[in-house]
């Protein structure tokens, strides 16, 4: 008997996270969630970050086109580690950032698509959301809402002061450890949801 | 003959932002925009900011519990405004940012959500979604996605080089501007989708 679409689909996406986790271009701190996420059957996880800190070369935060990224990491960060990577570039502009973590999940149906995105909001992914609509496809965006962006050099100009620098890499560790904290709260709201199920 | 929940909770919201507006509490940059889409039968708009600039004192960026906002702005501000905030207090973490804009709009029906979320992400906001569902209520978040999150102090140390504070400045100045032509952007698509409209 053919396979019905949705479960085709499924299976070559979970296919590919085994590859590429194997490939270790899985970040092991969101491994459980997708995990959680994947064993539901309203459900398929296609791509994830669990948040990271990076340094880019770029005018502006967020300008994908221009941006050159030199660092990044999906752990907290010693200062050094940061002066290092800045250290001989001479790039004009330069952002240091702690990005959220950023997850998408396919949705069998629209219900499941808000039953989802709800849990994500009540675990603190305020940025969640039905992206678009499918037949069998509802395809949400759930994202953490604290960031950094800041700038280390701005035309050629230092910005940030030597002697803050390890300040402002703490905040950054920080919040990329409370965005830890708040996969495994999602993690436990999706397997707690897994038990209730019929 | 009574009117129907829709219309009547429709109404109530659009007296809301008259009032709002009479009394100088919403962004003037944002009204066109909120008009385009009040004129749909198929929405109506709860809240709205066209983005902002801000000083606040917190130990994190988006710490809302403890937070104090030290001043706003709806437009590209000067250094010498920046300076003159942060100059007097003695909070020992101050956290400057350029903030995108945010807009609430619900919808009668999925579908008209759905199609609300494509015209925000095709205009730039990709960080739209569909957030919730109740009966002819549905709840779309529209948000930019380019911020700027710098500590000005932290743990009373200074972070930025006073004369790298101008450039820092220019750099959320021109993400702001650029904010207001996305949103000038998304008034426009949703323009040609009333025109189209039978």
């Known amino acids: 008997m053919a396979e019905d679409p949705w479960t085709s689909r499924k299976r070559a996406f979970l296919r590919r996270l085994e590859r590429e986790r194997r490939q270790g271009r899985v970040d092991e701190d969101i ?7 994947n064993a539901l059957d309203d459900y398929y996880t296609t791509s994830s970050c669990s948040g990271r800190i990076q340094v880019v ?3 502006f935060p967020g300008d994908k086109w221009n941006m050159v990224t030199l660092a990044k990491w999906h752990r907290p960060v010693e ?3 940061v002066v290092t990577v800045v250290r001989h570039v001479d790039y004009p502009n330069l952002w240091f950032s702690m990005q959220p973590p950023i997850l998408h999940v396919i949705c069998r149906t629209p219900a499941a698509a808000i039953r989802l ?3 994500a909001r009540a675990s603190g992914f ?7 609509a499918r037949k069998n496809r509802y395809p949400v965006e759930i994202m953490g809402t604290e960031r950094i962006e800041t700038p280390l050099r701005l035309s050629g100009v230092w910005v940030v002061r030597e002697e803050a620098l390890p ?7 920080m919040l990329l450890v409370r965005s830890k904290e708040r996969i495994e709260r999602l993690r436990r709201a999706i397997e707690a949801l897994a038990a209730e199920a019929p």
Chains 1, 2 share one sequence.
């Open 117 to 119: 995105v709800k849990l």
């Open 79 to 81: 200062p050094e580690e």
């Open 57 to 59: 070369a770029a005018e």
């Open 126 to 132: 305020k940025r969640a959301g039905l992206q678009g």
């Open 31 to 37: 491994v459980p969630l997708l995990r959680a996420i």
């Open 167 to 173: 300040l402002l890499v703490r905040a950054a560790n």
